[in-house]
C-alpha cells in the first residue's frame, strides 16, 4: 500500500472543507491534525514540545513510515529521500498543486514549485528555491520534479517548447559529465549548480541560465575504491558506436583504462613531479575505484539518452566529436606509463597511447606528455566541462525575464577524514546558513509587521563569525593559506596549520592539535585543524591543502594546449592566458569569490528551501536510521529553523479560512458570520475560551501562540460534526437550493460575460480589416461605425441655413454623407423660403443688391450687413411741407439726412436727399436745391474706406446743374442701395482707390483724397483737395 498523502477526514466533513481528489491529494492541511497520532504533523511549527529533537525525529519518522517524506516547517519543505518510486509525481498531482494554496493541499515539492510560480507572477518578483542536504539526500532528484512541473503546468507556445526540452535535457548532459557513482549515491553531483530558469511575461518558461561551482576534478584521475569516474566515460565506451570508438581509438573495455579502473597515480603533487625530475617511476600506485559496473545504472541508456540531449541543446555532430575527443583524450593520457632509465631519463612505455594522444589532441612531445599528465588531466576536463556549460548557457540565453533560481549544492560534509573539498563545501553551507537565518528572521518580522503585531526578538546564533573566520581579508583562513601558497621559500602544508596557529589561534571556533587540551587532543590528529560550524565540530586535515588551493599547470602544457586544432580546446585555453603575467587566482579565492555573487544573486530574490534528509546509508527503502537522521537535522539547522519559526507563534492563518473551518463551533458565527471577518474571529475565540495570551489578532490573520489551543479546538470540531450530522441533513437541502439558485445566477453572468467577450472580438477583428472591402470579419464593426455615424449625426444636425457645421464621415460613409447634406441642405433652404414674408423679401432683395455692389469692396459693408434696412429716414414731418408740395405727385421712396460739401471751400451744410420715382432731390429746409433726375445721373463715387462720403455726377453740358454733388450719408450702405435701385444704376457705382475726381461747375475738377486714419474727418486739405479720414475698422 502507498498512501499518497495525509488520510482524509470522516465522512461527515462539512461541505466546506477541501476533502476532494479521489487519490486524496487535495486536504486541507487541518484535516490532517485529527491524524495526527498516526501520521504526525504536516508542520513541524505544530510539534507541542518544539524544541525537543527526539520530537522532531519520531514525527519525521510517523510520517516516513507511512510514506509521507514531505512536511513542513513553516514554508521550509522538509523531504526525506524514499529510495522507491512513490505516484505522487504524475500528472494529476501536478494539475492538483497548480494554483492552490499553500496550507490546502498536503506537504509536497510541486506546492512549493507552485508557489514560488505564483509570487513570481503576482508579485513580481524573482524567486529562488535552495535544495541543500547531503550527498544522496535527494537534491538533484528535487530540483528535477520543480523543472519537471513547470515544464508540465506552465503556459506554453511552440517556441518555448523548444526551450523547455532544452531546459530538460540539460540535466542528462550536465549529469553525464558532472556526476558519479560514489560510495554514497550511484548518481551523486560533483558540483553545485544553480539554474536561473526564466520566464516571459505569460508565465512560459523561455530560457535557462546555469552557473557551476567547485567541480571535482580529482575524479578525473583518482576514485575511491567502490567509486567511479564521471558516467560519460564508461557511457562512451558501452554505448559509443564502432565506427566513433575506433575512430577515438578506443577500446570497448573500461578495463583497458587506467583512470577507470586499474591502478592510477594519486596523491603526488605537481610541485613533487617537477622536484624530483622525471627520472623515476613516480606514480604511487594506489588501487582505483575498479567499479565499471553498477546494478543500477544502465551506461549504454545513457549514452544514447546524452546524445539525444545534445543535439536537442543545439551541439553540431562535429562539436560533439570534439567533445568525446576530448573525452576518449583524457582516457589515452591516463594509460601513458613511465619507465626508468639508468640515465636517469623518463620514458614512456606506451607509444600506441603517445600516438593517439598525439593526434588526437595537440603536438604534445614526450616529455610535456608525461610530466604532468594528471594535472593535465584534471585541467582538460575542468575546462571542458565549463566550456559545456557555457554552451548549455547559449542554447538557453534569454532577456529580460522573471526568473526563479534552483540551487542543488552540496550540503554540510563531514568525514573520517577531511580535506580541502569539505572545508570548501562547508564553508558554502555556513555561507547559506547565513543567508537562511537572515531571511528566514527577515521574513518572520516583515510577516508580524504587516499584520501589526510586535515583534518579540529571537535569540538564535549568527554564524557570521565563523564566515568570517574564513573569509575575512587577511586574517581569514583562505587568506592564510593564500599567502602560504605564493611566498617564497618552503612554504608546506605544515607551515600553513602553523601559521593558523599563530594567526587565528585564539578564535573561539578554530583550534589544533597543538592548541587544544587533552580530551580534544586524543580525537585530533597533529596535521589537522578543528573548525567549531554551526552544524558541529569537524577536523580538517592539511595534507594537500596548499596543492589543491595552487591548482597549477605548467605554462608549457598550457602552450601546448593553446595549439590543439581542436575547437573546444583552443577556447578552453585561451592564448590571452598566456600573455598574462599575474598567477592565476587561487582555488579558494576563486570559490570565495563566485560564493559572494552566489549570495548576491540570492539575495536579490525571494527564497523558498527544500531541506533533504537521506534515511539511511545502504540507499534502501523503507530503512529510518535514527542516528543518520539525527546528524542531519543538526546539519541542516532544522531545530534552529523551527525555534526561529515558533518564537513567536505555533500557528497563523488568514481570517477566511479560519471562521470557515471553525464557525460550526460558535452560535454567533454558525451557520454563516455576516459581519467583518476579524470581527466573526474574535467572537469565535472568545466563545471557545481562548485566553488573551494564546492567540493575537492581526490585520488579515490570528496568530495562536501554542498548539494545544488549535488542538483542542480541532477535537471540538471532531466533537460539534457528529451532533452536526443530522442537522446538516436539513441545512444541506437548504445548501442545494441555494446552490442551484447561484449556479443559475453564475450561468447567467458567464454568458454575458461570453457575449460580452465575443461582441469586443468581433469587435477588435473589425478595426483590424476595416479597410478591406466588406467581408465576414469586418460586416460587424463597418456596421456599427454606419450606425454610430448617422447617430452622431442626428444629433448634431445643423440647426440654421447659416450653420456649416457636419460631423466628420468614416471612409465608408464619405459619400453618402455627402448627399445627406446636400439634401438637408436643400430641404433647410426649401423650408426657410416657404417661410419667408414679402416684406422680408423686400428687405432682402435690397441686402442682395448691397451685396452685390459692396461686399469685398467696401470696407464698413460687413457691419451693414445685420442691420436691417429702413423703408425711409425721414418720415413726412421731419421734410418741410413746401417740399412736399413741389414735389406734387411724385412718389416719395426714401429720405435720409445728409451733409452736402460746398463745392466753393467744402463747407459741410445739413441737407436732406429725397429719392422719388425719378430723381434725386437735395433739399434745404424749404428749399429745394437740386434736382438730379435719374436719366441724368451719369455715377456715382464712393470710396473703399469706411466713409460716408459719396459723389453724385451729373453731365457738366447740363446747365441747369451746378456740377458735380458731394454728400456724405451716415448710412451710406443704405443710403447708395436704395439710389442704385431707384435709378436703375446698380452697374453705375465706382469704388475708388485713394481719390475720387469730380467736375464743380463751368469746366473746374475738384479732388478728394481718402485716406485710413483713427477717426471719421473731412476738411479742405492745404494742396485745396478735400482731405478724407477714414476711421480704420477693427476688421482691417
Ligand atoms: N523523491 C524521490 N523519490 C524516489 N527516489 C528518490 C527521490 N529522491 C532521491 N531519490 C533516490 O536517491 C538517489 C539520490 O538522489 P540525488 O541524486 O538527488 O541526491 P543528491 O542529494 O543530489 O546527492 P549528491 O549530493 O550526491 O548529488 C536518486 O538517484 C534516487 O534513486
Ligand atoms: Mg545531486
Redesign the pocket.
Known sequence: MVPIADPPLCSSSLSSLQTLGSDGVRITMESALTARDRVGVQDFVLLENHTSEAAFIENLRKRFKENL?YTYIGSVLV?V??????EIYTKNHMERYRGINFYEVSPHIYAVSDNSYRSMRTERRDQCILIS??????????SK?ILQYYAVTCPASDQVETVKDRLLQSNPVLEAFG?AK?L??????RFGKYMDIQFDFKGAPVGGHILNYLLEKSRVVHQNHGERNFHIFYQLIEGGEEDLLRRLGLERNPQQYQYLVKVGHSRVSLYELWCFGFNRVLSVWVSQGNCPKVSSINDRSDWKVVRKALSVIGFSEDEVEELLNIIASVLHLGNIQYGGEDSGNAYITTDTQIKYLARLKSPLNLEQASSARDALSKAVYGRTFTWLVNKINVSLAYKNASVIGLL?I??FEVFQHNSFEQFCINYCNEKLQQLFIELTLKSEQDEYEAEGITWEPVQYFNNKIICDLVEEKFKGIISILDEECLRPGDASDITFLEKLENTVGGHAHLTTHKLTDGKTRKVMGREEFRLLHYAGEVNYNVNGFLDKNNDLLFRNLKEVMCMSDNKILTQCFDRAELKDSRRPETAATQFKTSLAKLMEILMSKEPSYVR?IKPNDA?QAGRFDEVLIRHQVKYLGLMENLRVRRAGFAYRRHYETFLQRYKSLCPETWPSWQGKLADGVSTLVKHLGYKPEEYKLGRSKIFIRFPKTLFATEDALETRKHSLGERESHVSHAVVVQAWWKGILACRRARRRREAANTIRRFIKGFIYRHNERCPENEYFLDYVRYSFLMKLRRNLPKTVLDKSWPTPPTALIEASERLRKLYMQNMVWGYCKRINPEWKHQLEQKMVASEIFKNKKDNYPQSVPKLFVGTRLNGEEINPKVLQSLGSEKMKYAVPVTKYDRKGYKARPRQLLLTSNSAVIVEEAKLKQRIDYAALKGISVSSLSDGVFVLHVPTEDKKQKGDVVLQSDHIIETLTKVAICADKVNSININQGSITFTMGQGREGIIDFTSGSELLVAKAKNGHLSVTAPRLNSR
Open positions: 517524506i523531504s529521500n524514499p529510495y522507491k518510486d512513490l542536504g547531503e550527498s544522496g539526500a535527494g537534491k538533484t532528484e528535487a520534479k556526476n560514489t554514497r549515491n550511484d548518481n551523486s553531483s542543488d552540496y550540503g533533504c540507499k
